[in-house]
């Protein structure tokens, strides 16, 4: 497995003003890996999570213009299967606690990356940061999910296909 493919991959699921700097971590098995390499070849059904670093500059732009930020923001780079680029919903910012409950399973995180071995640590930087302010949608066909975490610096992908 190359973490640089990885990497320019799941880049394509992203609209083009989320910058990133680097892979922190994935979570799948090696059939979803290959679905998510391979995906304008192979037809499959797969599920997992990829954290990437928010670049510094990006970073500092989402805490000085919040939710404006996004704007815009709803299609993919790139295509990852034939049905072309991913259309993502209007972005939101976290919901408060009140709201949190139809997202929590009980592991305290979103759907998508709950179900994914993404580490206990990962999990941890993931809830609090949830929690701190986050900015979240979901593909219009709503089985994926586009985290950004400004604080943390992160970004998850997940998806439950």
Avoid at 28 to 55: D, I, K, Y
């Amino acid at each position: 497995m190359n973490r640089v493919r990885l990497y320019h991959r799941a880049q394509q699921v992203l609209p083009s003003v989320i910058e990133t700097s680097g892979l922190q971590r994935f979570a799948m098995t090696p059939g979803q890996l290959q679905c998510l390499l391979f995906g304008l070849l192979l037809r499959c059904e797969s599920q997992g999570a990829v954290v990437m670093e928010l670049s510094d500059p990006a970073a500092a732009a989402i805490q000085r213009d919040g939710l404006a930020y996004f704007e815009g923001a709803t299609t993919s780079r790139g295509a990852l299967s034939s049905r072309g680029p991913t259309h993502y919903e209007a972005w939101q910012p976290s919901p408060l606690p009140p709201t949190w409950s139809k997202w929590d399973d009980s592991s305290g995180l979103w759907p998508g990356v709950a179900h994914a071995d993404i580490g206990n640590g990962m999990r941890g930087r993931l809830r609090a940061a949830w929690r701190e302010g986050a900015y979240y949608t979901r593909d219009t066909r709503g089985g994926a999910w586009l985290v950004v975490l400004p604080t943390e610096r992160l970004i998850v992908y997940s998806w439950w296909d």
